[in-house]
């Protein structure tokens, strides 16, 4: 603990020295240090604003469905993107030059695939944006690697002891996406009405897709 | 370096807690430090080698309460402060001034700073080297026994710890050109080499302890690993 | 447990601080903690075995921040609590009492408490069973090689997660009746078994990372260990 | 986290409802539960000043260096205490009924023993008394095993490599004492000369006892 340079609260477990500050002491910090960076032209402060902008409004779990609605829908693009993920996204104009290597891995009824980073969030931003704060907690990392079956359970997720779980742990660079099964009920849907009903949570692997009641459509 | 983050199998978290309509960021500070070091990184200022060691290197209580922007804030400040272009005193200068609501808060002088990098010091981010893929010829192929080497590193390892010792059998050859996340944290080399997935059935990691029907699939850099006889 | 009380091996944690001159307790109450327990184990209260175990289901911050004494009020409080035998919600009224500097603190109810415990509900607190010993025949002998079991139990257990796996020679067969912690902690029992020392080569715990010309020895439970063929 | 029961400071890092008290939290709940207990008859506050006073004053590592100082005296007697401690001991009127079972290990000028608990901080009592902070602390605990030789040469011991270290790792009820090096120039000393020289350190293992200087004794 010979690093907590900058923040003394954690040492005594009391104070952090801005208590009379109503704000959290990290937003007073970054504050402090947008604020210097941008005085001394090493940040734009408008920049800053177009990827917080960009994250929070143009990225998200919509560009994987489309993935995934697209290979439900056309066997050959599926094949692709199984053999290679990156090359088959960017058909669709998803990816560019630092998009990260990208294995899109097939949930079956006999294999059940869901994704963790245990030593830091590792999550494929390109297609499902910025994780959720339970990816990146202690609790998701350190038990999906030994209890995928029970913590999915919690999750919602029961699944037979004759399915087999592959938990991938991805601490490379190397991003996967899950790729779940069709629901039921979905015989009818376009490709664009498919992409609706992909769930983030299936495309980590923590949940599956309902049957849809397909009543209406029909 | 073995520490808190290294968390795969850990007990004593609990239970996963899912939050409704989660919004991207919580607070406008996580998006600031978010997106600031996503410009740092675009300039070259530091790889996510150095940008998660650094977090490695926090104590292990605020690594767990600072949250995980938390973390990102303090591998900047340390990095900028380490590399000479934004000192720490600078920062508690400025807080102190923003503490005291100081109608103008001082400049910091330009000069006084090891800013602009020259190219030579300007690493790229991102950990694969598509022009020098050609150059990698994998060591071990699909369905070959491999052993994780024993390591213990005391500096940046991607080498999880629960899988240190452990057999398993090559899934994946990502036979590309990926940097060696051990010595370029360091500032010692890219070692480009490839990355394996590798299967290990629960059992073989968690003893009598683990689940049925479960395969561990961990990624793995060459260097990780030995052929096991 | 797997958890951040296992900490052989672990890095970041810095330089060993020694204090001149240091004081038995650094803080009145840190006697008292101390004193307290030793009073409530003559008791029977609680075993050594709960005890530990219940410090290691403190948060990790916690179990860094609160320092060593702090652990041991945090086990009491909450053994006290679970027997019945002292609330929290009694604790919490006591201190905001104390906060308030009542003049008559609110007194607790004798009757409204699970006191005294009954003879069978009596533990001992240490692990020996010197009365049992003649029912002991050790499995291993010195010079046995064995293999520690890849245990990862949920509950407590004395079996250090860094050489679960590792192969050592028995250099010690203490031949006597000691209580299994994994199962005491949990009331399952003591489970009565002998405890060896084991010899592990450095480089068979640490790789190549190792000291040279160094053994780690570890006490270890017979359940613990499986003969290496 | 979730048992983090009794004080919320560390989940928020800043507070823990009781900074109007200028005591640490733990002085404040030990208060507390100690008075309750005595309200309650199960704890007496005389018997806890009794046994606070009796580890601040009557235990300490003065009882580990007669044990070594004896053995240091009377041959006979050490190959008794390297067969068995506790009954060695036992001689010299160290120990009772409850005492730990005590593993008695001798250092030479090939083989150097330290001691360290890597779960808890498991120390031999009876013979050293509590433990020093250092003892318990994270680095001491987490480096020993894994680096003694860098840690014993940051405390002020540094080995050649032809020396093997042992580390003890006591994490059963087993209880180590070393048995440090007779150190030269104590030749005329008497058995409670040689008592005054024994310092726990060197019986944990992380320090030498230094050559002696015998001019005034000879």
Request: aromatic share 8%; hydrophobic share 35%.
């Amino acid at each position: 603990m010979a690093h907590d340079h900058h923040h003394d609260h954690h040492h005594d477990g009391h104070s952090h020295g801005h208590e009379e500050l109503e704000r959290p002491w990290q937003a007073v910090r970054t504050e402090a240090v947008e604020s210097l960076l941008a005085d001394l032209g090493i940040i734009d402060p408008a920049r800053v604003d177009e990827i917080v902008r960009y994250y929070e409004e143009k990225v998200g779990p919509k560009t994987g469905a489309r993935v995934v609605a697209k290979a439900w829908t056309d066997p050959e693009f599926k094949a692709r993107l199984l053999a290679n993920g990156l090359e088959a996204c960017a058909e669709l104009g998803i990816g560019g030059p630092e998009t990260e290597y990208l294995h899109v891995v097939e949930n079956t009824p006999e294999v059940h695939n869901v994704i963790v980073c245990t030593l830091c969030s590792c999550y494929p931003w390109t297609v499902l944006g910025l994780p959720p704060a339970w990816y990146k907690s202690s609790a998701y990392r350190s038990r999906m690697v030994r209890e995928p079956r029970r913590l999915l359970a919690e999750m919602g997720l029961p699944l037979q002891d004759d399915v087999r779980i592959q938990v991938w742990d991805s601490v490379s660079e190397i991003r996967y996406l899950v790729l779940p099964e069709r629901p039921a009920g979905t015989d009818g849907l376009t490709e664009e009405q498919l992409i609706e009903i992909v769930s983030r949570d299936s495309m980590i692997g923590v949940a599956k897709l309902p049957v849809q009641d397909q009543g209406s459509q029909s | 370096m073995n520490g808190i983050h290294d968390m795969g199998g850990l007990h004593g978290f609990g239970a996963v807690e899912v939050e409704a309509d989660e919004p991207v960021f919580h607070a406008r500070w996580e998006g600031r430090v978010y997106a600031m070091t996503q410009q740092l990184d675009t300039r070259g200022v530091y790889s996510l080698d150095e940008h998660r060691h650094e977090i490695e290197l926090m104590g292990t209580p605020s690594y767990l309460l600072d949250g995980y922007y938390g973390r990102w804030l303090f591998a900047m400040e340390r990095i900028l402060d380490r590399k000479g272009i934004l000192t720490r005193a600078e920062v508690d200068l400025r807080l102190s001034e923003i503490g005291a609501d100081a109608l103008a808060p001082t400049r910091p002088d330009r000069e006084a700073r090891h800013w602009p990098l020259a190219p030579e010091e300007l690493t790229p981010w991102g950990a694969w080297r598509r022009d020098r893929d050609a150059d990698i010829v994998p060591k071990f192929a699909v369905g070959d026994r491999v052993r994780v080497r024993n390591l213990h590193p005391e500096g940046h390892t991607r080498l999880t710890a629960y899988i240190r010792g452990k057999v398993g059998t090559v899934s994946i050859v990502n036979a590309q050109a990926w940097v060696l996340p051990d010595t370029r944290a360091h500032n010692r080399g890219e070692n480009l080499q490839p990355v394996y997935n590798v299967d290990f059935p629960a059992d073989e990691v968690w003893g009598p302890q683990a689940e049925p029907n479960v395969t561990v699939k961990v990624d793995l850099m060459e260097d990780y690993l030995e052929r096991e006889v």
